[in-house]
């Protein structure tokens, strides 16, 4: 089992940023690629960027892309993700999420663990 714990949610004006850590516990993230998915009330969650297992590649959903940064330190067990120049539409609950997938083609269905997610409310 592993559990995820996101944190660093909160709010901000737009153009701000944040960054958001998620931490593991149980077992080592090293083998695990890793996501952030992101739901909005009344929208279905969506995914917003993803790692893999070493880090040496990267997926971004176009609407974040050139403005936010995932990266992970093994080490450290943990993921982040770097948001800058935040927009009011970046709204959402943010939640990591862990998986032993392919992060080319992934989709929420093939990540296996998720942690509670954490607020990110940007104002106009």
């Known amino acids: 089992q592993v559990q995820l714990v996101e944190s660093g949610g909160g709010l901000v004006q737009a153009g701000g940023s944040l960054r958001l850590s998620c931490a593991a516990s149980?077992?080592?993230?090293?083998?695990?690629?890793m996501g952030w998915f992101r739901q909005a009330p009344g929208k279905e969650r969506e995914f917003v960027a993803a790692?893999?297992?070493?880090?040496?590649?990267?997926r971004y959903a176009d609407s974040v892309k050139g403005r936010f940064t995932i990266s992970r330190d093994n080490a450290k067990n943990t993921v982040y993700l770097q948001m800058n120049s935040l927009k009011p539409e970046d709204t959402a609950v943010y939640y990591c999420?862990?998986?032993?997938?392919?992060?080319?083609?992934?989709?929420?269905?093939?990540?296996?663990?998720w942690g509670q997610g954490t607020q990110v409310t940007v104002s106009s």
């Open positions: 999420s862990a998986g032993r997938t392919t992060i080319s083609i992934a989709t929420s269905a093939d990540f296996s663990y």
């Open positions: 149980g077992r080592t993230l090293s083998t695990y690629a």
């Open positions: 790692t893999s297992w070493s880090g040496g590649s990267t």
